[in-house]
């Protein structure tokens, strides 16, 4: 056994804390999925999954089946290695934008200084497998949605950062955990009191970096078919399915990381409050989808280089000022 | 230049000898037979300049099922369960067509109940087959959930319709003379309890829908289309109307019934993909007008006219043609009889085929979102383009 | 002026949002209009206006029987040529009874020959065909046929779709050999 000893626990932590995240991401996809489609059928007055189990509650474990057991397909004239990679570049970094989430005081799998840093960065990825998708497929339409996501996402990154920056300059650090240390139990103690806009603005970007209706334009099913993901069947397609989710739920963290006080609540705090304030906001996602038209393309644009940028310029200068003066 | 001689031998006819423009950076784009937003198998090739849309042009063809052949071998009675599959979403409209067309050349008088009974189940479903297409219109845009409420209240409808019809789609419970069956107390009663209900629910649809602002900006001011164009076209119905056309056909050719109920023709003259929208939308409201009218003024009397003509029954001699506003425009029959059980011709004058004919100048130029939305905004059911 | 409303509208904007997620809202919390199909049906007062596949309506002494009377109007009538009707043949006449019947006309007395019977033996509606229109309905001058309010005409195959009209509905879905086999010499 000695050769075990010669592992850092750095090591050990970090492998355990991988394992867990990917249980925690498996879990919530398949919960996610079934909470989307029970939300989507009771707002629309219908059950929504409802004969696999009771109340239809493995329909998503019957689906992943499904998934899974489907051939792999490539068609003719894609490009086969860029086309396989494009699925597992989705899932991937969406894994390791779990390592520096705050679940709770302790509840972190490495704290890093610059952990908002690293999550900005590795969420940049996603577009990139994206973008090989809709180019390997050899599909027009998974080519649009390429170019569609590209300029979408690319555009979305700028207000986003400049609202994270609002926080970051405010509380003067770049580390998840000493934001939400920063934050008071009570409501009224959290970042979204004093920076409303900002959290808008983050929740706008959130949208549309994570390819949610309204901001669905790179699958936008009437136009595009299914857009990037057109040419993806079986698993292909469910990684991207889990990649989706799995984005969400990272927005979501973050979110309730600098805005809303993380694992701090009234009373105990602890992992409970964090969950329940990303679950809150995985509604909000859901029952967002399932009200609004999409937009046009260009208006996404429009809403993004007219109103967000300029606002959250607006935004970071007053923070800067007030900070400056006070 | 054919693309065989460049030697290109890629896609079909169409795609062949759908000729590239003078740009050598465009791509060449298929929408359909088998796509989302042509609700059925329309095909739309479109030329692509990144987003743009250069050209698009329709390809049609793939629900063809020679009605009109059909007319010509089938009696005219025999030819009425055709007209209720032409449009499936305004069915009666069609079988008031063929109807009329028939009586009209045989100088029929129809009773008044039966003309009563027709208008309130032609108005019916007119409501029906706009609220189908509002549902698909929405889905079009990307909005999943207004089709689902839009559904629950076509359900109640098609409930309503079936007592009399018997059928909840291809309906065609008109006959040569009359309607084959009469209103029962119970759908009179039906009826009357679920106007109100209906009226409430249209200004939820308002809110969620109407007045949203991101349905608005992708609406207003798209795939615009002038009263010239319009003419130009022989464009009718609800999209006619939007462009600021009064015409609807129900007034211009003086209907009795219609003549002596209160209602207006809904017109817009903006001309974009909103104003037929709403033209759609304030037609639904008119239609439950002209339903409650009708039924607190429907007479007694037989349905069906006395000397109904038999199954092997021969018309006269001669030409008529009968129109009839359906839910996406002039539906007309000309009828030609030789004096035999046949008829020698039967023409069919469908509003989606130039409606649709007008989409190729509307949608250049504009983005592929645009186009999808303007396609949708004019309302097309397939299976009447080809007929 | 104009600077207000310029102000004003992106406000407006963004309430119709709020007012489009306060509907949906609303309708999540509202019942469901769902009928789970198998374990629940449709109210009846529904299924009683649809039309069905036809069916012959029962004579009203005799149950058993119909007052068809086997005159191929429906035949004539049908738009999609899905009725087949064949006429119960005339009885055959065997030499004996040929020979008693010739000794009783020279007799001189009145003969009754056997003629065919007026009613159908073989009644086929072919559903996979039928377009539910009603012409046969209509055009029955005894009135013997009827819609039934059968929704859930199902078969796995295209046998299972010859409606055998003589047998009492729903049993009637399944046609002897024999007849099927006339069918397919038609």
């Given at each position: ?122 969420a940049g990825i996603g577009v990139l497998s994206t973008m090989l998708a809709g180019w390997a497929s050899n599909n027009k339409f998974g080519l649009l949605g390429a170019a569609r996501t590209v300029s979408q996402s690319v555009a979305y990154e700028i207000p986003l950062l400049l609202a994270v920056l609002c926080i970051a300059f405010q509380k003067g650090s770049l580390n998840l955990s000493t934001i939400v240390e920063g934050q008071g139990s009570w409501p009224w103690q959290w970042n979204i009191v004093t920076q409303p806009l900002a959290f808008l603005i983050f ?124 | ?182 209103l029962s107390e119970k759908f009179i009663e039906t009826v009357r309890d679920f106007i109100p209900k209906m009226r409430e629910r249209l200004p939820m649809y308002r809110d969620l829908v109407t007045d949203n602002v991101i349905l608005r900006k992708r609406l207003e001011g798209v795939g615009v289309m002038d009263a010239d164009m319009c003419r130009r076209y022989g464009v009718t119905g609800p999209v006619a109307r939007g462009s600021g056309l009064a015409y609807d056909v129900r007034q211009a050719e003086h209907f009795p019934i219609y003549e002596g109920l209160d ?118 059911v397939i299976p009447e383009i080809d007929r | 002026m104009s600077m207000i409303r310029k102000v004003l509208e992106p406000i407006g904007d963004l309430w119709s949002l709020v007012v489009g997620l306060r509907i949906t809202g609303r309708n999540f919390t509202r019942p469901q209009v769902t009928v789970h199909y198998p374990r629940e049906q449709v109210p009846t007062d529904l299924t009683d206006s649809y039309r069905g596949p036809i069916a012959l309506v029962p004579h009203p002494r005799d149950a058993t029987k119909s007052k068809c009377t086997a005159c191929m109007i ?113």
């Amino acid at each position: 056994m000695t050769f075990l000893a010669a592992i850092p626990s750095e090591l050990i932590h970090i492998v355990i804390g991988m394992v867990a995240i990917m249980a925690f991401v498996g879990i919530h996809v398949l919960v996610l999925v079934y909470a989307e489609r029970k939300g989507a059928g009771h707002i629309q007055r219908r059950p929504g999954p409802f004969e696999v189990g009771p109340h239809g509650i493995l329909q998503p474990l019957a689906d992943a089946g499904k998934l899974i057991g489907k051939q792999l397909f490539t068609p003719t004239n894609a490009d086969p290695i860029l086309f396989w990679m494009a699925p597992v570049l989705a899932v991937f970094p969406v894994l390791l934008l779990f390592v520096p989430m705050p679940f709770g005081p302790v509840v972190t799998v490495q704290e890093v200084n610059l952990g908002l840093l690293l999550i900005l960065a590795f969420a940049g990825i996603g577009v990139l497998s994206t973008m090989l998708a809709g180019w390997a497929s050899n599909n027009k339409f998974g080519l649009l949605g390429a170019a569609r996501t590209v300029s979408q996402s690319v555009a979305y990154e700028i207000p986003l950062l400049l609202a994270v920056l609002c926080i970051a300059f405010q509380k003067g650090s770049l580390n998840l955990s000493t934001i939400v240390e920063g934050q008071g139990s009570w409501p009224w103690q959290w970042n979204i009191v004093t920076q409303p806009l900002a959290f808008l603005i983050f929740l706008v970007c959130a949208f549309a970096e994570t390819n949610r209706a309204p901001f669905d334009l790179p699958e936008a099913e009437s136009e595009l078919t299914a857009g990037f993901h057109t040419e993806y069947s079986g698993m292909g397609f469910g990684m991207f399915f889990m990649a989706e989710y799995a984005n969400m739920v990272v927005v979501s963290g973050v979110c309730t990381a600098l805005f809303l006080g993380g694992w701090k609540g009234p009373g105990i705090d602890g992992v409970w409050w964090f969950m329940i304030k990303v679950y809150a906001l995985l509604a909000l996602f859901i029952w967002v989808r399932w009200t609004y038209p999409r937009v046009r393309f260009d208006q996404l644009l429009n809403i993004n280089w007219k109103w967000l940028i300029p606002l959250a310029t607006l935004n970071l200068l007053g923070t800067v000022f007030l900070m400056k003066v006070f | 230049m054919h693309y065989e001689q460049l030697g290109v031998t890629e896609g079909d006819f169409y795609n062949r000898n759908f000729e590239k423009g003078a740009r050598e950076d465009t791509m060449i784009l298929n929408l359909g037979p088998q796509h989302p937003a042509t609700h059925g198998v329309l095909r739309v090739i479109v030329e692509l300049d990144g987003e743009y849309v250069i050209r698009a042009e329709p390809v049609l063809g793939y629900l063809h099922r020679m009605h009109e052949k059909m007319g010509e071998v089938k009696t005219l009675s025999q030819f009425i369960p055709n007209t209720g599959r032409i449009d499936y979403g305004h069915a009666l409209g069609w079988n008031w067509a063929f109807v009329g067309a028939v009586e009209r050349l045989a100088g029929f008088e129809v009773p008044e109940r039966a003309q009563y009974i027709r208008v309130i189940t032609t108005e019916i479903n007119r409501i029906t087959s706009h609220l189908l297409w509002w549902g698909a219109f929405t889905l079009d845009l990307g909005a999943i959930t207004p089709i689902m409420y839009a559904f629950d209240d076509r359900e109640h409808l098609l409930d309503i319709l079936q007592m009399p019809t018997g059928s909840r789609l291809t309906h065609s419970s008109f006959r040569i003379g009359g309607v084959c069956t009469d209103l029962s107390e119970k759908f009179i009663e039906t009826v009357r309890d679920f106007i109100p209900k209906m009226r409430e629910r249209l200004p939820m649809y308002r809110d969620l829908v109407t007045d949203n602002v991101i349905l608005r900006k992708r609406l207003e001011g798209v795939g615009v289309m002038d009263a010239d164009m319009c003419r130009r076209y022989g464009v009718t119905g609800p999209v006619a109307r939007g462009s600021g056309l009064a015409y609807d056909v129900r007034q211009a050719e003086h209907f009795p019934i219609y003549e002596g109920l209160d209602w207006q023709v809904a017109v817009r003259t903006e001309g974009d993909s909103m104003a037929r929208y709403l033209v759609r939308m304030d037609e639904m409201e008119q239609s439950l007008n002209i339903i409650e009218q009708a039924l607190a003024a429907l007479p007694a009397g037989p349905v069906l006219m006395k000397n109904a003509p038999k199954v092997l029954w021969k018309a006269p001699k001669g030409e008529s043609y009968f129109a009839v506003e359906g839910a996406r425009g002039k539906i007309g029959v000309h009828l030609v009889s030789n004096g035999g059980e046949f008829a020698y011709k039967v023409k069919l004058r469908s509003p989606c085929f130039s409606n649709l004919s007008a989409y190729a100048e509307a949608a250049r130029g504009t983005i592929l979102a645009d186009a999808v939305a303007i396609l949708g905004s004019l309302d097309l059911v397939i299976p009447e383009i080809d007929r | 002026m104009s600077m207000i409303r310029k102000v004003l509208e992106p406000i407006g904007d963004l309430w119709s949002l709020v007012v489009g997620l306060r509907i949906t809202g609303r309708n999540f919390t509202r019942p469901q209009v769902t009928v789970h199909y198998p374990r629940e049906q449709v109210p009846t007062d529904l299924t009683d206006s649809y039309r069905g596949p036809i069916a012959l309506v029962p004579h009203p002494r005799d149950a058993t029987k119909s007052k068809c009377t086997a005159c191929m109007i429906c035949v004539g009538a049908c738009p999609s040529q899905c009725i087949t009707v064949v006429k119960a043949p005339a009885p055959v006449i065997t030499p004996e009874q040929e020979k008693t019947f010739q000794e009783a006309e020279a007799r001189g007395e009145e003969v009754e020959r056997p003629v065919a019977p007026r009613e159908p033996v073989i009644w086929i509606n072919d559903f996979s065909l039928c377009s539910l229109c009603g012409m046969c309905v209509e055009a029955c001058p005894p009135r013997c046929l009827t819609f039934s309010h059968e929704l859930n005409a199902v078969g796995t195959s295209r046998d299972a779709f010859l409606h055998n009209l003589l047998i009492p509905y729903p049993g009637s879905l399944k046609p002897t050999p024999e007849q099927v086999q006339k069918l397919q010499e038609r």
